[in-house]
């Protein structure tokens, strides 16, 4: 428990163990005798004599926050150092278990430094864009940096507004418990359940289908016939992984796709163009930037690759579909040493057939088509909270519609996720840490682990806005500073055209700083 303002006049958390629950029925309820076999026994009272909130292990705490994934970590580093009593909910026996469960090959796609978690630069040696472990490592430092002690292997079954207070259900290994606070940040991510799509005579194929998210690597299918489906970014990487690996591999692009480098000239990464022109109008910035892509990377429909209609952010916000930031994949396409097919009609034994007609032969077929962020799974009267897709309207505020719920982590505009991220959270912790109304506290509130995680010893709550441990803050810094370069799209007083899945209406400011929801990219 991190703690700091109190629940009323309570201090910190307040846990409620099953097993004391025959300590607290009452004097009336006294073990009675009976007899068994000859021999007399207790029997405690029954479970319908005690009441049903001292049944369960309950937790009472000021903010619940769920998933420790980036956007957790983010907004936990920043209650932490604001002193403000909270839980964080993690149903991995790890932090950033999603960075931890992709293929290994998978790198950053944004670059390093401007990818960062709030007051936590990237260690020095670390690769313009990180691998994998790189990023785990990172996240795994902030963790420790900030004390932050998660509740592993709690996965929230049940979210809901009980009066004034949200209400979680958790189930795993500690059982089943309950965990109750007047506030709550869901940062379950948008990439919380893949998404599977179907084709007629798919359950005959021969071969195997399985999802990015359980792809590892490609050193078993060596001298296999592989097609990944789906053009974005992680699907291209893993095309370049199995080519390396010795696979005959193709690739199955299902839409008229746009195309980057992911940097410009070799040496401007891509994102930078994101955040400079950000805060343009979509149209305006497509005008711009699309005919510099254009030369870059040249007309590419000879390869079974199509440009939309649209420019990249008008459909970027349409859709959700971001551009293909290219590593190298496209040079393979050129040489021939890739194979592009059109959308799959069917499967038929160990062949697929394709939209043009053609047929082909594949051992595995790997789905890079993306994820559902799925909140339906756990999250009571969700359908109020989120737009067609599936995602918030509303993010890195309090949702209007909800009092007391924030969600954090599921926008992924071509700033870059983390970058957007660090904004939310500091955002979010300030709001919430303005609202708490007593100073923070040490706890000693007993836990499962007869601890209290994450305590806090501030004898006063300091305001989230600032940095842990020191002094003025560098307005310089868009993640951390409450003056904001308007550079950055995601600080700019105009809408950013980056951002994707934007729904309902959109304020006209930053993308990263607007309660109206917005798009998301890996």
Same mark, same amino acid.
């Given at each position: ?177 309950? /965990? ?18 179907? /084709? ?20 078993? /299918? ?301």
């Amino acid at each position: 428990m991190h703690a700091g303002a109190g629940i009323g006049s309570s201090i910190g958390t307040r846990r409620f163990l099953a097993r004391d629950a025959h300590r607290v029925v009452g004097a009336h309820a006294q073990p009675e005798r009976r007899q068994s076999a000859g021999r007399g026994r207790l029997r405690l009272p029954l479970a319908r004599e005690v009441d049903h909130s001292l049944r369960v292990n309950e937790t009472a705490t000021d903010v619940l926050v769920i998933g420790a994934g980036p956007s957790g970590l983010a907004v936990g580093g920043r209650l932490k150092q604001a002193g403000v009593a909270f839980e964080l909910l993690e149903r991995a026996p790890k932090v950033a278990s999603r960075w931890r469960d992709h293929y290994e090959r998978l790198h950053l796609h944004t670059f390093r430094d401007l990818s960062r978690l709030p007051d936590h630069p990237w260690p020095l040696g670390v690769a313009a864009y990180p691998s994998r472990d790189q990023v785990v490592a990172y996240f795994e430092e902030h963790a420790r940096k900030n004390t932050l002690r998660p509740r592993f292997e709690r996965e929230v079954t049940s979210l809901r507004r009980e009066g004034a207070r949200w209400v979680a259900t958790t189930r795993g290994p500690h059982g089943d418990e309950r /965990w109750s606070a007047p506030r709550v940040v869901v940062a379950t991510g948008y990439n919380r359940v893949p998404n599977r799509p179907r /084709w007629p005579g798919d359950e005959g194929f021969a071969g195997r289908v399985m999802h990015a998210a359980e792809y590892r690597n490609g050193r078993e /299918w060596l001298g296999k016939r592989a097609l990944v489906v789906g053009s974005g970014n992680s699907g291209a990487e893993i095309v370049l992984d199995l080519f390396e690996h010795g696979a005959t591999t193709a690739m199955c692009v299902r839409h008229p796709t746009h195309v980057s480098p992911r940097d410009l000239f070799g040496v401007i990464p891509t994102q930078v163009l994101g955040l400079g022109l950000g805060w343009l109008p979509p149209k305006l910035f497509d005008r711009l930037a699309l005919p510099m892509t254009k030369r870059l990377v040249g007309d590419l429909s000879a390869y079974g690759i199509t440009r939309p209609e649209r420019g990249p952010m008008e459909l970027l916000q349409a859709t959700g579909r971001v551009p293909l930031l290219d590593i190298g994949t496209v040079e393979l396409i050129r040489q021939g040493r890739v194979t592009v097919y059109p959308g799959i009609e069917r499967f038929d034994g160990a062949e697929l057939v394709f939209v043009d007609g053609r047929r082909a032969a594949f051992d595995v077929v790997v789905l890079a088509t993306g994820y559902h962020a799925a909140l339906e799974g756990f999250l009571d009267g969700v359908e109020r909270l989120v737009d067609g897709k599936g995602h918030p309207t509303a993010f890195g505020e309090e949702h209007p519609d909800a009092p007391g719920l924030y969600f954090v982590g599921y926008r992924n505009p071509p700033t870059g996720a983390i970058h957007d991220i660090a904004k939310e959270a500091v955002r979010v912790a300030k709001s919430i840490a303005d609202a708490a109304t007593t100073p923070a506290t040490t706890t000693t509130a007993t836990t499962s682990s007869g601890t209290t995680p994450n305590a806090t010893t501030s004898g006063a709550k300091r305001s989230a806005a600032d940095p842990a441990d020191s002094g003025k803050k560098p307005a310089a810094d868009p993640a951390d500073s409450g003056k904001k370069p308007a550079a950055d799209p995601a600080d700019s007083g105009k809408k950013s055209a980056a951002d994707p899945a934007d729904s309902g209406k959109k304020s006209a400011a930053d993308p990263a700083d607007s309660g109206k929801k917005k798009g998301a990219r890996t």
